[in-house]
Structure formats: C-alpha cells, structure tokens
C-alpha cells in the first residue's frame, strides 16, 4: 500500500515538498495544511486533486496519514512534530530540526521510544557533490580531514523569523558534520546586526573539533552575489564544491608540489610550488530534495535511518546555539558538552 503523506505548512518550501511526494510511485500525498488561507488556495490552484485543512487535528486524525512533514516556520517545529509523534506518525522535519537542543534532544527520544522515523531536513546529505566527498574521504582520497571553510551569502528573505546563522549557517554546518561523522567540541562565532533591526545579518563560525582539526563557515544576507562554496582540506588532498557552477561543481586536488621542502644551502634546483592534480569527478544526476524524500519512505517501509536522522538534527542544532550564544556573550568561546 502507498505510505499516505500530510505536508504541513505550504509557504515557500512546501510547494517543493508536495511536488517532490507526488512524483514518488509509493505513497500518497492526503492532506496539505497550512493556517493561511491564501497558501491553501495556492495548493488547490496548483493540485485541485488535493486534500487542503486549516486544522491540524484533522490531519493528525486520519489514520491513512501514516508520515508528517514539517515545513514550517522554526519555532513552530516542535510542537507540531512533538503531536504528530504522540499520533504515532513518522516525521520529517524541514531544517533546522528546532530551535533549542534541548527541544531536538526531546523530539528525538520520543521517536525512537515509540518507534518512529524521524528526518531532519538536511538536504546537502543527498546533494551528489556532497555524497561524493564522503565517500572520497572513506576510501581516503585525501587523508585525514585537517580543515573546512564555506561561504554562503546572498541578498537576505524580506521577512524571517530567525537569522543569517539558523537560515544559511545550518546547511554548511549539517555538511561539515555529515563529513566529520562526530561532534565538534567548541564554538566561537562573531555577528553582527548591519541591516536588520533585530537579527544578526552577518556572522563567522570557528568550529572547533577534538582532534584539533577546524572549520571556518561566513554566512551574509548582505551580498548580491549568491556564493555556495564548501572547501575541504585534508593531508592528502582537497575538496572543493561550488553550488552555484552547471559543470564541474566538484573538483578534487591532489596534494601540492614543492621544491623547496628539505632543501639544503647548496643545492642547486628550481625553486618552485604548484597544486597536485585536478580532477573532476563524475556526479549523478538525481535531484537531492528528491533522494531526501524517497529515502524517508524507504526507512519507514523497511526499516532504518536516513542520512539525515534525528541525531544528526541534534548535533546541528547544538552548533548553531553555541553559535547565537558565542555572539551574544561578545563572541565567546563556548565548550560543547
């Protein structure tokens, strides 16, 4: 039987959701809910076969309605997702997964106490490049991870609930840590309100990880120019991922040469230092927002985790606290326990 699907919330995000669920061959999409009616005579416009309610406990109800998916605003997110998991219902939950660790922390014991999946809305664990550099990085194609760093700016939202570090920082930092495969063990991070009258518009990340490797993540509304850059260093090598190229968003360098290292006084060789080798490799072509979703399905119907679990969604949200918290105590350094 098809795994029936109620999309919550139908502003900008949801349109791309309740596309991406009915173009899948397993499941149907029951309802759509959202408490402004002008966004549900959007969907109705759009898809007049669709179910459409204002009410939240209609959907909650209806037992076809075997997942929830969340694409409302942040602090929305956990009580919506706290019902739908007292309603038995699989949850995924558009990023970031809440606004406080502790909310996240919650959101997901009670999944796993009842059972349920739950999926943080990290799209980048389903990007291609982003697939690519992990399993470069498992079979060694750059050594031991040393350093990131990661811009993502353009022109802000008109309106937002939350600021520059919970609206672009959560994607590189859910990157940095999808590569890492462990938490970080500290946070400095510098903002400030250049624009917006109340939130932080521009801000630097300083993540900090145990074994003293680092990352260095710049997020802005400020810029016209849209920027998606995420550049991984190794011992061996490097990845560099450019979002916003058609060809080649993903190159892999090789180590550099140079002629310098060990050289004695009387030596006589050209004095030199160069990249190592370029490649690009080849990316699929599966669109990410589209993996994300059917992979959703796939742990409901046979069981498992996603890529982006309710795990990964607490360590995020953990990050980009310490984050708000560094800049509001003058930037900081805050001990991730």
């Known amino acids: 039987m098809p795994i029936g699907v109620a999309v919550v919330g139908a502003g900008y995000w949801g349109p791309n959701l309740i596309r991406t669920f009915l173009g899948l061959p397993d499941c149907e999409v029951r309802w759509v809910c959202d408490r402004k009616p002008g966004r549900l005579r959007f969907v109705q416009s759009q898809w007049p076969q669709l179910a459409t309610t204002d009410d939240y406990g209609k959907v909650l109800a209806d037992p076809t309605v075997a997942a929830v998916v969340i694409a409302t605003p942040v602090p929305t997110h956990f009580d919506l997702a706290t019902a739908a998991a007292r309603a038995g219902k699989h949850l995924l939950v558009e990023k970031p997964l809440t606004r406080t660790s502790d909310e996240a922390q919650r959101l997901r014991d009670m999944a796993e106490t009842r059972r349920l999946v739950l999926a943080a809305g990290h799209i980048f664990a389903y990007h291609p490049a982003v697939v690519a550099m992990k399993a470069g990085i498992a079979a060694g194609q750059i050594g031991d991870l040393r350093y990131a760093e990661s811009g993502r700016v353009n022109l802000g939202p008109p309106a937002s609930e939350v600021d520059v570090i919970w609206d672009l920082a959560v994607h590189d930092v859910s990157i940095l840590l999808h590569l890492w495969e462990r938490p970080p063990c500290a946070v400095t991070a510098f903002g400030r309100k250049y624009v917006h009258p109340t939130l932080v518009d521009v801000a630097f990340l300083h993540v900090e990880f145990e074994d003293g490797s ?56 050209e004095l030199y230092y160069k990249p190592g080798e370029v490649t690009t490799p080849v990316l699929g072509t599966s669109q990410p927002l589209q993996v994300e979703c059917q992979a959703f399905l796939d742990c409901i119907r046979r069981g498992g985790s996603p890529a982006a679990d309710g795990a990964a969604g607490v360590a995020v949200v953990k990050v980009l606290e310490a984050a708000e918290r560094s800049i509001g105590e003058g930037s900081r350094r805050v001990v991730l326990r």
């Open 214 to 269: 680092m990352a260095q993540h710049h997020v802005s509304w400020l810029s016209p120019e849209k920027v998606r850059r995420f550049f991984v260093a190794g011992t061996k090598g490097s990845f560099r991922f450019d979002d916003t190229v058609t060809d080649g968003k993903l190159r892999r360098v090789d180590q550099g040469i140079d002629s310098r290292i060990g050289l004695k006084d009387d030596d006589v060789k």
